[in-house]
């Protein structure tokens, strides 16, 4: 039976999953779904997906809601590459250290942005206040801050010399409000650097 992977590619996590996934030459069976048409709502998602979000993965009996512990189980049942997610138990603490803190802060931060510079605007004709934006500005910038000096401090890399999930995740989350126009990378050479 074959590997079934559930993605909308608008949304940051699924993007997480899609480059994991083809970066490893991992097969799978991409099934396309738009969270903004409700697809998630489905009885027959809700079968796979009791969450009710995505990504969500099938394989074969066995399903798996959540970006982060898709591309976990993903690693290790692939045997992907050791810099994705090192055996080393401190490295691999890195990179669960950042998974865990990125949901509440850059993801969070991140997605504010897109909502309040692109969709609200565009979709609802709803201006956001000069005050709302700023403080929102404050919040991702806080955010990529203790990305900078926490996570990569002076490594390439979250880990090291190589790429991880830790990188990959903050990736796609890094350059959602760059979708909105905001350029995130602009007087921040660090961030700049380890995004090129």
Not at 119 to 128: D, M
Not at 151 to 170: E, K, N, T, Y
């Amino acid at each position: 039976m074959s590997l079934e992977i559930y993605l909308d590619l608008f949304s940051q996590p699924c993007c997480s999953v899609y480059i994991f996934a083809k970066k490893n030459n991992i097969q799978f069976d991409h099934k396309k779904i738009s969270l903004f048409e409700g697809y998630q709502y489905s009885e027959e998602y809700g079968k796979i997906n009791q969450l009710r979000k995505a990504p969500a993965l099938k394989d074969g009996d066995f399903c798996l809601a959540e970006s982060v512990a898709i591309m976990l189980y993903l690693a290790e049942k692939f045997h992907t590459p050791d810099h994705w997610y090192p055996a080393d138990l401190q490295k691999r603490a890195r990179v669960n250290e950042y998974l865990s803190w990125q949901h509440s802060a850059i993801r969070m931060h991140g997605s504010k942005m897109f909502w309040f510079k692109l969709l609200i605007p565009k979709a609802l004709g709803v201006e956001i206040t000069k005050e709302k934006m700023d403080n929102a500005v404050d919040d991702l910038n806080a955010s990529l801050n203790i990305f900078e000096e926490k996570f990569l401090q002076d490594r390439p890399f979250v880990v090291g010399d190589q790429i991880s999930l830790a990188d990959l995740v903050a990736i796609v989350e890094i350059m959602q409000p760059v979708g909105a126009g905001m350029d995130v990378f602009e007087n921040r050479p660090k961030l700049k650097a380890w995004k090129d």
